[in-house]
């Protein structure tokens, strides 16, 4: 077995490889962020007539605005061919102007008036990305399909996404904490330590890697030993 | 009498001897005169098993980089009753004393954080045992820099603190599995990677204090169980549970893991005399004995501020005045609803792992639910083991899957996660409560996770269990990071962080 300097040595060097592929993958592989909203959702209460409505208004804080998951609730007896149909309207709030006009169709079992603890709340629907929508507030309404015009499903809340870069977000990040220095050194801090936690996580990998590699052959103790009886 | 001394020293030997064939044997300082520092390197570097000499301190520096990260992340003040914590420390700081829930307001600055506060504008922490926030005004007053720098500081406490409970999660997987690797490595990782552990270990709040307490009490009830309860040992739990209740009275919920330790320990010293030896009386006053050391000093330490809050709100604890935080009160439930009731207890498994601050940051249900599968998985392992040890101990041929002493020290894990767990449905019926109020036995949480999932591996292949573990919580932790925590709070198009003014 080899000694501790050079198991250090050796998770060092692994770990420093290690982060550099953490890297890359972070670089290259795009994330679907949730856009900033208290209890991660815009609820679509009118709280004057105490009732859901068909509609809310978001505002996305990435650019890349693609995705809406709504928590959509059905009333009464089901739909025809136990399907609704929908069509969702993306619309500008400043220049009311439709911008993305999405049909879609959901099982009425996907979406039940009351569901059991872990079922599935939300119903993604995805569209062209907004290349601007950061910063932007745009009103998000369901309407009916023909078929189930006249049946009773109501929106409870809806969630909005980008699909953007990592390092969009670490730049999101530099720009918009204030940790009390100059803003250029609070950028500078949280670059170094968003990079030290990755090589530092990497390293502590390769380390945990590297103790238990040598145990696939070594007999293990503790719960294989035969009971010693008090 | 020396209550299980007998199987100690065996215990002991046996571990070494674990260890011979693939770890070297803890050393000790050799030189005596080498130094204050020197000696405490050694007395360090002997609780350290010699194959965890690289990947700990790896792991210990990985977290606390991890954490410093988390601080600048985690917009201020918006952890759950950080506003309230904060300026209750920095009342102290600024040389008030003990205020009177009701009668205390937060000052104007803390206004732009309401959204954060229980009941603003009163400061409902101030019925809060006083030691962390006392002790933290200590440095407050030390510190020249405005509230912005002043929150960043207290922060960094709760992260040495976080620190410290990873270390004796570390102390305790190597006391009850020293020769497991996968136990070893497996628990301090898991408590290290928790993410809302990590959370809390990133705020200003009084829960790392407890967790670090009641993690180490319990360190040292194991300690009891393998060595005896010396008068020293029992002096050392009696402290630390003072400390406890003098932080957060709902300590008090674990201090009947420490009884049933000492309990325990009575009886294995009992039994392991010879026949001729046995002596009831003896056994009797062995307990009564250290019993009294070990629940009479803290208790009777936190006589006075029983008395205070007896006199001010008409109760000891001061719980019943919790129920007047008006939207909270209306969150309170009975047992029995709580109970059965799948929506409460998925709401404790978001608390459990998400569900930052005051829930404003939950996880999307798809992440969750990935966690909360593994987790059942690792919970239905877990009942795999019970159920394997209880069958050996009828059927003769079959091996039990832990020694008498790892039984014992699993059992009180177990006990301390139902009490805590208890401690849970406790509050919640007196007001709004979550997860983190089970928190101080996040080791029991560990142990109890890392045990069934190495149940479905046969021995040989349960190396892989930390690894896996410690790829699945980083994976965890960064995705969660860059998905929910960041975008909530800032973004190009803004978000939801506010900055104290300067």
């Keep these: ?230 | 009498m020396s209550a299980g001394g007998t199987s100690q020293t065996g215990r002991a030997l046996d571990a070494a001897q674990i260890d011979a064939g693939v770890l070297e044997a803890p050393t000790r300082p050799t030189r005596p005169a080498a130094g204050r520092s020197l000696a405490i390197t050694a007395r360090l570097s002997s609780l350290v098993v010699a194959a965890d000499r690289v990947w700990l301190p790896a792991l210990l520096l990985f977290f606390v980089i991890k954490q410093v990260l988390m601080v600048m992340l985690i917009g201020p003040f918006s952890g759950h009753d950080e506003v309230d914590h904060f300026w209750y420390v920095q009342r102290f700081a600024a040389g008030n004393g003990l205020g009177v829930v009701g009668d205390v307001e937060l000052p104007p600055e803390a206004r732009p954080y309401e959204p954060f506060v229980a009941d603003y504008p009163l400061n409902s922490e101030v019925i809060q045992p006083p030691l962390y926030h006392a002790a933290l005004a200590i440095i407050g007053n030390l510190l020249p820099g405005d509230t912005l720098t002043t929150m960043f500081v207290y922060r960094l406490v709760s992260v040495a603190l976080g620190l410290g409970v990873v270390w004796v999660s570390y102390l305790i997987a190597r006391q009850l599995f020293p020769g497991d690797i996968s136990v070893r490595i497996g628990l301090p990782v898991f408590v290290a990677l928790q993410p809302q552990f990590s959370f809390e270990a990133a705020i200003v709040n009084h829960d790392v204090l407890v967790i670090l307490l009641a993690t180490l009490g319990c360190w040292l009830t194991f300690r009891g169980i393998a060595t005896g309860f010396s008068w020293r040992l029992c002096l050392a739990i009696a402290v630390i549970s003072a400390a406890g209740l003098w932080t957060k009275v709902s300590f008090g919920l674990i201090l009947p893991v420490f009884a049933v330790g000492l309990v325990i320990a009575a009886v294995d010293g009992y039994r392991s005399s010879r026949t001729t030896d046995r002596n009831v009386t003896l056994a009797l006053r062995y307990l009564a004995g250290r019993g009294l050391v070990l629940s009479g000093l803290p208790l009777l330490a936190i006589t006075p501020w029983f008395a205070r809050n007896l006199d001010l709100y008409g109760d000891p604890t001061g719980s019943a005045r919790l129920q007047e935080i008006s939207d909270y009160a209306l969150s309170a439930s009975s047992y029995r609803e709580m109970v059965f009731s799948p929506v409460f207890w998925r709401g404790r498994l978001d608390d459990f792992w998400g569900n930052y601050g005051w829930r404003e940051i939950p996880w999307d249900q798809s992440v969750s639910q990935v966690v909360y599968l593994c987790w059942g998985i690792a919970a239905v392992g877990f009942l795999a083991v019970v159920l394997r040890q209880a069958t050996s101990w009828r059927v003769a041929r079959l091996t039990p899957v832990l020694d008498g002493f790892q039984a014992r020290c699993v059992g009180l894990s177990v006990l301390a996660v139902a009490l805590m767990v208890f401690a849970v449905l406790y509050v919640g019926t007196l007001q709004f409560t979550q997860s983190r109020f089970a928190f101080p036995a996040m080791f029991a949480f560990a142990l109890l996770s890392v045990l069934g999932l190495g149940a479905w591996l046969p021995a040989r292949w349960r190396w892989v269990v930390p690894v896996v573990l410690l790829t699945g919580l980083l994976v965890l932790n960064l995705l969660v990071a860059v998905r929910f925590v960041i975008p909530y709070y800032v973004g190009p198009g803004g978000g939801q962080l506010v900055v104290p003014e300067q």
């Design chain 1, 1 to 230: 077995m080899p000694n501790a300097a050079t198991r250090t040595v050796q998770a060092g060097l692994s770990g420093i490889i290690l982060s550099a592929i953490v890297l890359v993958v972070l670089v290259l592989v795009p994330v679907s962020v949730r856009h900033s909203a208290p209890f991660g959702s815009v609820q679509t209460v009118d709280f004057s007539r105490s009732i859901a409505v068909m509609g809310g208004e978001i505002t996305p804080n990435y650019p890349g605005f693609d995705r809406v998951d709504l928590d959509l609730r059905a009333y009464g007896d089901g739909a025809p061919d136990d399907r609704y149909d929908f069509v969702l309207r993306l619309q500008t709030v400043e220049e009311p102007q439709v911008i993305r006009r999405v049909a879609f169709s959901v099982a009425a079992d996907r979406i039940p008036a009351t569901r059991s603890a872990f079922a599935p709340i939300s119903t993604a629907v995805e569209f062209d990305p907004i290349p601007d929508s950061a910063g932007q507030t745009y009103y998000v309404s369901i309407e009916r399909g023909a078929r189930n015009a006249d049946d009773i499903v109501t929106l409870w809340g809806i969630r909005s996404y980008s699909t953007v870069s990592v390092p969009d977000v670490l730049l999101a990040a530099m720009d918009g904490y204030r940790l009390g220095f100059s803003p250029g050194t609070d950028r500078k801090v949280i670059l170094v330590a968003a990079f030290l936690t990755i090589l530092a996580g990497s390293v502590s990998a390769a380390a945990v890697a590297g103790a238990t590699w040598p145990a696939r052959s070594q007999p293990v103790g503790g719960r294989d030993r035969p009971a010693s009886r008090p």
